[in-house]
DNA sequence: ACAATTAATGCAAACGATTGCATAGAGGTG
DNA sequence: CACCTCTATGCAATCGTTTGCATTAATTGT
């Protein structure tokens, strides 16, 4: 049904490789021949089927991106970092669903692998972790703040460790001992902000200075405080991650280290692009970005 | 470098068809034939090329899915449903971001279009707008409350409107006369949320109860409201539409009716699927869903 | 034991584009 | 005018599968 090269061709009695050569700008092509088959072409609706191209080729112009979570705003906005940077250059970007589960990954993995995706990302894109959960420390400490608990994201995850360590160097620079009893740690969602907060909120001498290290367990940090401290004036400071669509919604929070996701995003396409375009001595790229600083309340 | 067909068949001594045929499952393959085919597939690490297979059979297993703002976590639970449904099938999903402007979109859809994807979607799965509104409004009026403003989204897209005629509807129902100055339309976006929930609040006579058309504006109400209520013991409620991450940190909602996003991409796959497969009669098809019942606050 | 089925496999032509090579004129040079 | 060089175009193979049809071999019926 769809117009083809041949068709052209037969429309305006040249041979398909004519044909074929005009439409891809091959200038070895008299002026004349160019102007009668591009009119034809336009005049037929002729798309190119990017199929038949890409088994010729052997390049589809489609990169996967597998997510853990795509209702996840994080994800997402790295994702569409992606997506800009590489609309630019003509590639497309299948998106899957892993569901934080493994067998999902290794479906959508096989999907993907099967209709040769050009590239996957494996680099990282990464902020200063350390360096921000330092600073979003250590500034509390100098507005007076000594008792600071930590809200930790899952251990094993490198930037989770990062951020910790960031927050032991901030007390070890200003001579705070450390007080085991003031660090917890989650998963990064909000059921265990809200469960670790509440533990933290029911101690005998309860702290009111907090380091939450992602915004999910923010927002279940957020919403426990709602609950329980409706109402009375509140003494409690946080300092955080990132900058959502709902952070404004926030009370609690004084300052936050935004991620430039989309930034990290495009940031990572091009690594991509650089992977596609051969270069594999530098493998995997590593890059870091500088976060960047939200006030929330003073 | 990809193993293919001819590699395996040149491996086991049979030719590319039978190969072909073993591998797609044709039972017209004597047992022993299968097996030796099978081994040698596995043992060479065969993959499908889909690319392949696509120009051959001329469907791709892929659908498209344009997307206004991919960070937006209402469209993503949409499509979130879709890819659960549709990988349960083979099949994948190339999202794009048209980034709420019409170049985008259409730069989008050349390319989908140009990779022939299979289906894209334009069927339309809706929740019963026009009752959920009506019944958020009621229950309102049911609680004594009658001046009741309401906060809608752009006045031209249809679910705007049945949301509005909903609370239209609730207020004839109950003998309550309509006030103008009390209705104000915005664009489904958190700046307007906050801007007409600013402008209510400063009436001379401003009201108190306020139905919002949606999530987004409803996080901007909120946000306003949370800078200029501070700290009073407020009279305000607030009745509005879905249920999302951030929603547990609203303080001013009361009741909220959440469409099942996810169970809409997912009856939303269904209906493509059907057109894919030829039903091109009943096109486009509609269905509508009931909303879910959220309880915030007494 | 021979025709008629049936079962198992191979041949070859697609699908629509790309591209190296061949070729037919046109124009230039000595 | 013979030779060479371009320029513009066509031919045909190729990418990896699928699939209708032909072919061979094996099985069945009588």
Redesign the interface.
């Known amino acids: 049904m769809p117009v083809t090269l041949k068709d052209i061709a037969k429309e305006t009695g040249v041979s398909v490789s004519t044909v074929s050569r005009v439409l891809s700008g091959d200038k070895a092509i008299s002026a004349q021949t160019q102007k009668k088959v591009r009119k034809a072409a336009k005049k037929m609706g002729y798309?190119?089927?990017?199929?038949?191209r890409?088994?010729k080729t052997s390049k589809?112009y489609?990169v996967g991106f597998i997510c853990p979570e795509?209702?996840n705003?994080f994800f997402?906005?790295i994702?569409?970092g992606v997506?800009?940077e590489l609309?630019q250059q003509?590639y497309?970007?299948?998106?899957?669903?892993s569901n934080e589960n493994v067998a999902?990954e290794e479906?959508?993995l096989r999907?993907?692998?099967?209709?040769?995706v050009d590239g996957m990302k494996t680099d990282a894109v990464l902020v200063n972790n350390e360096h921000a959960s330092f600073a979003l420390v250590d500034g509390l400490i100098r507005r007076g703040k000594s008792r600071i608990a930590f809200v930790g994201g899952n251990e094993l995850i490198t930037s989770a460790k990062e951020r910790f360590s960031g927050y032991l160097k901030a007390l070890k620079e200003n001579n705070i001992p450390v007080d085991p009893t003031l660090i917890r740690f989650g998963d990064f969602y909000?059921q265990s902000g809200y469960d670790i907060m509440r533990e933290f909120c029911e101690m005998k001498n309860a702290p009111k200075n907090f380091f939450i290290s992602n915004y999910?367990m923010q927002?279940g940090a957020?919403?426990y405080l709602?609950e329980f401290e409706k109402?009375k004036?509140s003494e409690i400071t946080i300092v955080g991650f990132d900058d959502?669509?709902?952070s404004?919604?926030?009370?609690f929070t004084a300052v936050a280290a935004a991620q430039p996701m989309v930034a990290i995003g495009k940031e990572a396409a091009r690594l991509l692009q650089r992977r596609m375009e051969g270069d594999m001595e530098s493998f995997p790229l590593i890059s870091r970005f500088d976060v960047e600083w939200i006030q929330r309340k003073i």
């Not at 999907?111 to 040769?116: D, F, N």
């Not at 404004?248 to 009370?251: A, D, G, I, M």
Request: charged share 30%; glycine share 4%; net charge positive.
């Open positions: 798309r190119v089927n990017t199929v038949a890409s088994l589809t489609t795509i209702t705003e997402m906005k994702a569409k997506e800009q609309k003509g497309s970007m299948i998106i899957c669903n999902d479906k959508s999907i993907l692998l099967e209709k040769w909000l999910f927002v957020e919403r709602q109402g004036e959502m669509e709902a404004p919604l926030f009370r």
